[in-house]
């Protein structure tokens, strides 16, 4: 069959990378170039981006990823790397496990406040104060997606999540040295602020907004956002399951033996008295 002329060359195309026998040029640049000149932030900027970032930005890129490598055993993503070492499966297997359940719920909420933020931040150009349009904002995502507003609320970290004022102190030092505009950062407040006086007490901006705002602030795509988290959170995934291998255990399920689940179906023996 006729493939129009067209070489099998041609089956992929790629910007990222060009190889040939002694030869491995990433976006253009040789990896030997690359190698002891690069760190892994400015590389991971590189293959995303297409070009380098300063390196205060790599430095602002480099905190939201150490911010986010772990939150315990308690995590879904976190536990279920653990429960399948002692299934058997090797660290790749494992990690696979654990990104696969960084979606919607765990895991991609810094991909929805990115998004969140930009409906804010386009929404200014009316002239609108920032106070109204994220209000407005607020009320269309709640109406159009979720009730939950991406980014903010913990269950466990109340009133405050320890990592949201540090990522948001550095993004106003970034800021102040025009690194980045500080925009998301005035936004990510807002909401807090918005959402504060909405349930009359504290909401605490999470992982997911505090980094969504470095994204943010950094230029990064929404789903981009979630793909970062995803590094950043494996670290920790790795970091558990070699953890596991070394304590040992079989088949641990998400409870102890002794704990059972509730059975809320019928009960034969019920029925026939």
């Known amino acids: 069959m006729s493939n129009g002329g067209k070489d099998v060359s041609d089956w992929w195309a790629t910007e990222i ?12 640049r040789p990896i ?6 690069v760190t892994f932030p400015q590389m991971i900027w590189l293959m995303t981006r297409g070009d380098l970032p300063t390196p205060e930005q790599a430095k602002l890129l480099e905190c939201a990823l150490v911010a986010a490598v772990d939150h315990g055993p308690q995590a879904p993503s976190i536990a279920a790397a653990r429960m399948a070492v002692t299934c058997g ?4 297997g494992a990690m696979a496990s ?16 990115v998004e969140l933020f930009g409906w804010i931040d386009a929404a200014r150009d009316d002239g609108l104060g920032l106070n109204e349009v994220a209000t407005k904002m607020i009320d269309r995502w709640q109406a159009e997606r979720t009730a939950f507003v991406p980014g903010f609320g913990h269950r466990f970290h109340k009133p405050e999540d320890p990592r ?3 990522l948001l102190g550095l993004v106003d030092t970034a800021a102040a040295e025009g690194v980045v505009s500080g925009r998301f950062a005035d936004i990510g407040r807002e909401i807090q602020k918005i959402l504060n006086t909405r349930k009359g ?5 999470n992982i997911d907004g505090a980094t969504a705002v470095v994204y943010a602030e950094l230029g990064f795509a929404g789903q981009l956002a979630r793909g970062l988290f995803c590094l950043s959170r494996s670290v920790g995934v790795i970091a558990h399951a070699w953890e596991q291998m070394n304590q040992g255990g079989r088949n641990k399920g998400p409870t102890p033996p002794d704990y059972r689940w509730s059975y809320t179906g019928p009960n034969p023996i019920d029925d026939q008295t």
């Open 89 to 92: 499966l090797g660290l790749n």
């Open 201 to 205: 007490k504290p909401v605490p901006m």
């Open 98 to 113: 654990a990104v696969n359940m960084l979606d919607d719920v765990h895991g991609g909420a810094g991909e929805q406040a």
């Open 17 to 28: 990378i060009d190889m040939a026998p002694g030869q491995i040029r990433l976006r253009g």
């Open 32 to 37: 030997e170039e690359l190698i002891g000149n």
């Open 164 to 166: 949201a004022p540090r």
